[in-house]
């Protein structure tokens, strides 16, 4: 069946509201399984943020890049990445 | 006879030269559908006054209906054609295509297309749009040209040329200006209106920007976007759907499903 992505996004964003970003994650990743676009970077944009509340800074960068590469012209994408710019792994390569 | 090999070799010719523009395409040459056919819809002549004659709304409906093959389409796609058309000519393309996005024709495929062709070559030979559409079977009386009504507007006096024409409105930029979503006497949305509470919606005209994935998107100043996701690449499980996203008091991101 279908899933109702108005419905999912509505739970996706209670969970977020709440505080809730792992559950809100799952949501998100489930909603990109198999959807190459990330609604056009919607997705990719939103377990982004949600990684990034979660501490995990590197997921974040990574998801932030994947919206921006599928919506380049959306501003809130673009900086969201260039937030992070500097995250990277030079510490682990010490 | 001879008339009839014009045409075929004109669409041979179009074939070899052109793709099908399965939608109401804009340029700078005019609103074009199928294999490079322009439809006859002017642009608002001075002082904001339509210039579309009775004959041109006339001849763009019969075109259409012969080539879709359908019920003649209602005068308000003309006039929303025209207003797409005025949009484009002052520099407004992306709201201009908003305007087509929402007039909501099937999708043109090659008999169509070719259909279309046929009917403008009749018309340009001096066939009537009402004998155009009684050869394809619906009555002329169906199109309700309104050609002899006393109650339909003219351009007034000191207009140059355009004096004493028949047009559809006064005004058209205030008559779509004034409209407001709904539905009118008969029951039916109003798509034009729609439209223009849409762009009050996003803030002013969008800016047309096609994602990487090819969708058409349309983002609003206030960072609204409204995209159509309907190929395969561009959605998921969710199938093809209308996107609206970012809009004032509405969740975040709002899908409109549309059958595969």
């Given amino acids: 069946m279908t899933p109702d992505f108005n419905l999912l996004e509505r739970r996706a964003a209670d969970f977020f509201e709440k505080r809730a970003f792992l559950q809100a994650l799952k949501i998100y990743l489930h909603m990109a399984d198999g959807d190459a676009s990330l609604d056009a970077g919607y997705l990719g944009f939103?377990?982004?943020e949600c990684y990034e509340r979660l501490g995990d800074r590197h997921a974040a960068k990574f998801w932030y890049g994947r919206?921006?590469?599928e919506n380049p012209t959306i501003e809130k994408y673009a900086s969201a990445r260039r937030r992070l710019q500097g995250v990277g792994i030079d510490d682990l390569l010490r | 006879m001879r008339r009839v090999n014009d045409v075929d070799e004109d669409w041979r010719r179009k074939q070899a030269l052109s793709t099908v523009h399965r939608s109401l395409t804009m340029t700078d040459a005019g609103l074009i559908l199928g294999r490079e056919t322009i439809l006859p819809i002017a642009m608002a002549g001075a002082a904001g006054v339509s210039s579309l004659s009775v004959d041109d709304e006339a001849n763009a409906r019969a075109m259409l209906t012969v080539a879709y093959e359908r019920r003649p389409v209602p005068k308000r796609t003309?006039?929303?054609m025209r207003r797409?058309?005025?949009l484009w000519r002052q520099g407004e393309k992306a709201l201009a295509q908003l305007h087509l996005a929402f007039i909501g024709l099937p999708d043109v495929d090659e008999c169509v297309a070719y259909r279309l062709l046929l009917a403008k070559k009749a018309l340009e030979a001096g066939v009537s749009p009402e004998a155009l559409i009684k050869a394809v079977g619906f009555n002329q009386t169906a199109l309700d040209f309104e050609k002899y009504n006393r109650d339909q507007p003219r351009v007034p006096a000191g207009q140059g040329r355009e004096s004493g024409r028949w047009t559809s409105g006064a005004n058209n930029q205030q008559t779509f200006n004034e409209g407001r979503s709904g539905r009118d006497k008969?029951?039916?949305i109003q798509l034009a209106d729609i439209s223009d509470d849409l762009v009050e919606a996003m803030g002013g005209a969008p800016r047309l920007v096609i994602t990487p994935k090819g969708a058409t998107q349309f983002i609003g100043?206030?960072?609204?976007?409204?995209?159509?996701d309907l190929l395969p690449s561009q959605y998921?499980?969710?199938g093809p759907h209308i996107n609206l996203q970012n809009f004032p008091g509405a969740p975040p991101n709002v899908h409109i499903k549309l059958k595969p």
Wanted: proline share 4%; no cysteine; net charge neutral.
């Fill in chain 2, 221 to 228: 100043p206030n960072g609204s976007v409204l995209r159509f």
């Fill in chain 2, 78 to 80: 003309v006039a929303q």
């Fill in chain 2, 236 to 238: 998921g499980a969710q």
């Fill in chain 1, 67 to 69: 919206a921006v590469e």
């Fill in chain 2, 84 to 86: 797409a058309v005025d």
């Fill in chain 1, 46 to 48: 939103r377990i982004g």
């Fill in chain 2, 186 to 188: 008969n029951g039916l």
